[in-house]
């Protein structure tokens, strides 16, 4: 017998004896002294996460995570707060001071700054804003409000539920779109949290706001100042346009100020005098900046949601009216998400 017939013997008698024992191990469990437990990855739950990996599910972060390496909980970033002031025409200028705790996965779009919060809702991939106004101060309750001011600019919106979290109590509203929530703080009458947020991302919303903070720092004397905003009233088959006088902290960005004041809308006096705004609810001032008398404006795509060719241009006067009431400014460039494109915006 030769060599190599002897190699091929050798191999045969080798791939014989490990293919028992794979059958012991593997297809005869019971004469395995050792049994093999279930391939870790093959226990995926509804949400795919690994228990025998030591993943579970968590709700309020809305992924899969060791307890012990990461807290179901929310998180500690301590800088997603805001300052803003509070203005009343009568009363001068008190500060609030608020903010929530988000999850470690979840950053801030913006804060700080006319006091505003947002971050990013992963689950309904949209912007969810927070915001502060003194809308007690200006003649609004939680009631009043919706009935003035909402009905206003969201026609189609309707009353949802009540909303309860600790010291919060306000009403939740819907247009089937989106969601909107105002609250007020019980223990600091006149100030009003205001909310927007796509529908999907109500709970998301529910679980971060239960960590909503405030603050009300004793009322600081600060030097005030006096604007204009435009409102509209319609005189039968045509529209006014009417100056309604705003005072304000001094600021040196005063035309910034002032398109944030026209963005909150009018007092409830106003309202009750037939002066209303074009401008829909959730309207914002993405930027602005004036360079050789021209002033551009950049607002998000909710300035120029609904609304026939009336509302547009009415839109449009407001807005402009209100920045060419400062010397400096001679025109106006307005675009939507940076598109200045004129024939594509403000369009029905």
Same mark, same amino acid.
């Given at each position: 017998?030769?060599?190599?017939?002897?190699?091929?013997?050798?191999?045969? +008698?080798?791939?014989?004896?490990?293919?028992?024992?794979?059958?012991?191990?593997?297809?005869?469990?019971?004469?395995?002294?050792?049994?093999?437990?279930?391939?870790?990855?093959?226990?995926?739950?509804?949400?795919?996460?690994?228990?025998?990996?030591?993943?579970?599910?968590?709700?309020?972060?809305?992924?899969?995570?060791?307890?012990?390496?990461?807290?179901?909980?929310?998180? =500690?970033?301590?800088?997603?707060?805001?300052?803003?002031? &509070?203005?009343?025409?009568?009363?001068?200028?008190?500060? +609030?001071?608020?903010?929530?705790?988000?999850?470690?996965?979840?950053?801030?779009?913006?804060?700080?700054?006319?006091?505003?919060?947002?971050?990013?809702?992963?689950?309904?991939?949209?912007?969810?804003?927070?915001?502060?106004?003194?809308?007690?101060?200006?003649?609004?309750?939680?009631?009043?409000?919706?009935?003035?001011?909402?009905?206003?600019?969201?026609?189609?919106? =309707?009353?949802?539920?009540? &909303?309860?979290?600790?010291?919060?109590? *306000?009403?939740?509203?819907?247009? *089937?779109?989106?969601?909107?929530? %105002?609250?007020? +703080?019980?223990?600091?009458?006149?100030?009003?949290?205001?909310?927007?947020?796509?529908?999907?991302?109500?709970?998301?919303?529910?679980?971060?706001?239960?960590?909503?903070?405030?603050? @009300?720092?004793?009322?600081?004397?600060?030097?005030?100042?006096?604007?204009?905003?435009?409102?509209?009233?319609?005189?039968?088959?045509?529209?006014?346009?009417?100056?309604?006088?705003?005072?304000?902290?001094?600021?040196?960005?005063?035309?910034?100020?002032?398109?944030?004041?026209?963005? +909150?809308?009018?007092?409830?006096?106003?309202?009750?005098?037939?002066?209303?705004?074009? $401008?829909?609810? *959730?309207?914002?001032?993405?930027?602005?900046?004036?360079?050789?008398?021209?002033?551009?404006? %950049? @607002?998000?795509?909710?300035?120029?949601?609904?609304?026939?060719? =009336?509302?547009?241009? $009415?839109?449009?006067?407001?807005?402009?009216?209100?920045?060419?009431?400062?010397?400096?400014?001679?025109?106006?460039?307005?675009?939507?998400?940076?598109?200045?494109?004129? %024939?594509?915006?403000?369009?029905?």
């Amino acid at each position: 017998m030769t060599k190599l017939h002897i190699l091929w013997g050798v191999l045969a +008698v080798l791939v014989l004896v490990g293919g028992g024992i794979l059958y012991i191990y593997n297809i005869e469990p019971s004469l395995n002294p050792h049994p093999v437990g279930p391939i870790v990855g093959g226990d995926r739950d509804e949400h795919g996460c690994i228990g025998s990996a030591g993943y579970s599910w968590c709700e309020l972060k809305q992924k899969c995570l060791r307890v012990w390496e990461e807290k179901c909980e929310a998180g =500690t970033t301590s800088d997603v707060n805001t300052k803003t002031h &509070m203005t009343s025409w009568f009363e001068g200028f008190d500060y +609030v001071n608020f903010g929530v705790n988000l999850p470690p996965d979840i950053a801030p779009t913006a804060k700080g700054g006319q006091g505003w919060l947002s971050w990013w809702d992963k689950g309904a991939n949209k912007e969810v804003l927070l915001f502060a106004s003194y809308e007690g101060g200006r003649g609004y309750g939680l009631k009043e409000y919706f009935d003035y001011v909402i009905l206003a600019k969201c026609p189609k919106c =309707t009353e949802k539920s009540a &909303m309860s979290l600790g010291n919060i109590s *306000g009403k939740t509203y819907s247009d *089937g779109v989106k969601e909107y929530a %105002d609250f007020l +703080v019980a223990k600091n009458n006149g100030v009003m949290f205001h909310m927007e947020y796509p529908a999907a991302a109500s709970q998301n919303v529910q679980n971060i706001l239960a960590t909503f903070w405030s603050e @009300f720092p004793k009322r600081e004397e600060v030097e005030g100042m006096e604007l204009k905003i435009y409102l509209v009233k319609s005189n039968g088959n045509s529209e006014e346009y009417i100056e309604a006088k705003r005072m304000i902290p001094k600021a040196s960005a005063v035309a910034t100020a002032a398109i944030n004041e026209l963005l +909150v809308g009018p007092y409830r006096a106003e309202v009750e005098m037939g002066y209303f705004s074009a $401008l829909p609810l *959730g309207s914002r001032l993405n930027s602005l900046k004036i360079e050789n008398g021209v002033a551009y404006a %950049d @607002f998000n795509q909710q300035t120029q949601s609904g609304g026939g060719s =009336t509302s547009m241009m $009415l839109r449009r006067s407001q807005i402009t009216q209100t920045l060419k009431q400062f010397p400096t400014i001679k025109s106006v460039v307005l675009s939507i998400d940076g598109n200045s494109q004129q %024939d594509l915006i403000f369009q029905p």
